[in-house]
């Protein structure tokens, strides 16, 4: 099994960047599609971004395009978001999530090992 561990958030004001961590142990996650998601007080848990193993395929939630970029370092074992041009809607706990098959999913359902979620608010 796969333990992830995310760091790198907290509070920043509207329009500020940050930039997520997330590192496995356990196993070699070089084969692992890996992927972030969100939950707000109340919501259900939603899709952020995912890359595929060797990086060669990203994809992201329609209201992060353009904002956020995932990477990958796979000699670190280690998954990022960049987060930029922060909106307080942004305001979640961010989980990342590993994916053995490596099916760049989107959903929930697919991820099998998950991170304890690092918290992001965003000021107005």
């Known amino acids: 099994q796969v333990q992830l561990a995310e760091s790198g958030g907290g509070l920043v004001q509207a329009g500020g960047s940050l930039r997520l961590s997330c590192a496995a142990s356990?196993?070699?996650?070089?084969?692992?599609?890996l992927a972030w998601f969100r939950q707000a007080p109340g919501k259900e848990r939603e899709f952020v971004a995912t890359?595929?193993?060797?990086?060669?395929?990203?994809n992201y939630a329609d209201s992060v395009k353009g904002r956020f970029t995932i990477s990958r370092d796979n000699a670190k074992n280690t998954v990022y978001l960049q987060m930029n041009s922060l909106k307080p809607e942004d305001t979640a706990v961010y989980y990342c999530?590993?994916?053995?098959?490596?099916?760049?999913?989107?959903?929930?359902?697919?991820?099998?090992?998950w991170g304890q979620g690092t918290q992001v608010t965003v000021s107005s």
């Open positions: 890359i595929s193993s060797t990086g060669s395929t990203t």
């Open positions: 356990g196993r070699i996650v070089s084969n692992y599609a």
């Open positions: 999530a590993a994916d053995p098959f490596n099916q760049v999913a989107t959903e929930v359902r697919w991820y099998h090992d």
